[in-house]
């Protein structure tokens, strides 16, 4: 299939949500005063948030000791986590009843930041308590990501994947919401005995494996940068485990070009120390074609329609700093929205409002990533 990519082409569209993202940088110790001060409870916060971003003496109190027994109650025999779980607003009778019966079946997932955000939680308590149990969970969870890796580097969004239910999709490679960025993230800590991980008993060869798996998936991403003409561009959602070509997912996730994912993955590559001339290319390609591609002129804001219900317009606004789109047409190279009937608009507006409100289609990080680009340049003495 032909595909076109645009070194001139430009749309354009800003989100008032840039100003939530960069409020982002702000969550962690926002979290910590919210939480120390007694202005917001756990139950208030997201799993993600209490996993990773609380004190560190939290991590040593009776209230995380609690969570963690809940996170080891329901760690699936495989050994990983399934996703979306608030495991610090404890589980009820049934929940628990639910739980247990189903830890042998469906297996795991690394979707919405599971198996991972658990892992990395326990490691936290872990060097609070040094309780044995913490850590043969870690391990497991270390072993079950190691498993579900595929030989050509790649991770599935599910492991083992599920064929039916209408997750066929959970098979591909998949970058999206930073799935395999998250898990090369902790490989890649746990290799290079970050500071979280020297408090475990990690073993020389339990690094030595990281690394190895890690090495693999980057070899992974290499491969499946899209190329155009023969020119590397930048990456999709999701990828088929086997051929490696973009690949659709939900109805609404078609093969495309991917603006926000292909962002975790430049700024993955960009922390690995004494990059390959392979890895260079990969990095300054890529910032080349989110750069020819990025979003400006526009402001996307919510507001409330007349019957008070959120609706996301667009507007014109000069001053609107620059966005990437969700997905870029992979013939075309411009922007598109879908609903879940899987039809390909031009507008956001085109789209019902359940999925125009429901759903990211803009990313805000651009322009920090170009800094973090700038900075990675003059590290590694790289001619732009």
């Known amino acids: 299939m032909k595909q076109y990519l645009s070194g001139k082409w430009k749309h354009s569209v800003s989100f008032t949500a840039i100003v939530c993202l960069l409020l982002i940088g702000w969550l962690p110790s926002q979290e910590q005063e919210a939480i120390s001060s007694g202005k917001k409870s756990l139950e208030e916060l997201s799993w993600m948030q209490v996993a990773t971003r609380m004190p ?11 969570i963690a027994e809940t996170v080891l109650f329901c760690q699936q025999d495989i050994g990983g986590w399934q996703k979306n779980k608030p ?3 404890g589980l009820s009778d049934a929940e628990k009843e639910t739980f247990a019966a189903g830890r042998s079946g ?29 850590w043969n969970a870690f391990s497991k969870g270390f072993n079950y990501l190691l498993d579900a890796q595929y030989k050509n580097g790649g991770w599935p969004q599910f492991y083992p994947a599920r064929g039916t239910g209408g997750v066929s999709y959970s098979s591909h490679i998949t970058y999206n919401d930073n ?8 490989l890649k800590d746990v290799a290079d005995a970050a500071p979280l991980y020297v408090q ?15 090495d693999k998936g980057v070899e992974c991403i290499l491969k499946t940068q899209i190329r155009v003409d023969g020119v590397p561009t930048v990456w999709c959602a999701q990828h088929d485990e086997v051929t490696l070509l973009p690949a659709n997912a939900r109805a609404y996730e078609l093969a495309s070009f991917s603006g926000g994912e292909s962002v975790g993955i ?12 392979e890895i260079v290319a990969s990095v300054k390609d890529a910032m080349a074609w989110l750069d020819a591609h990025k979003i400006t002129g526009l402001s996307v804001v919510r507001e409330a329609d007349a019957s008070g219900k959120r609706n996301t317009v667009v507007q014109k606004d000069d001053n609107a700093p ?17 609903d879940r ?5 031009k507008s956001l507006a085109e789209i019902g409002s359940e999925r125009r409100n429901g759903y990211s289609w803009y990313y805000a990080g651009l322009a920090p990533l170009q800094t973090e680009y700038s900075k990675w340049l003059k590290k590694w003495h790289i001619n732009q």
């Not at 003496?57 to 209230?63: A, I, K, Q, R």
């Not at 799935?179 to 902790?186: H, P």
């Open 56 to 66: 560190d003496d939290w991590y040593g109190s009776p209230e995380a000791q609690r």
């Open 87 to 89: 495991y610090h607003h």
């Open 106 to 134: 469906i297996g795991a997932t690394i979707d919405n930041g599971a198996t991972t955000t658990e892992m990395i939680f326990l490691a936290k308590v872990y060097s609070q308590h040094k309780d044995e149990r913490y």
């Open 179 to 186: 799935a395999m960025v998250n898990v090369l993230q902790l």
């Open 200 to 214: 475990l008993p990690i073993s020389n060869e339990m690094r030595q494996k990281a690394k190895k798996s890690f």
């Open 266 to 277: 430049i700024k993955l590559l960009m922390e690995i120390e004494q990059p390959s001339a």
């Open 322 to 338: 620059a966005l990437l789109a969700r997905f870029y047409d992979l013939q075309t190279g411009t922007p598109f929205f879908c």
């Open 341 to 345: 009937d899987g039809i390909k608009k």
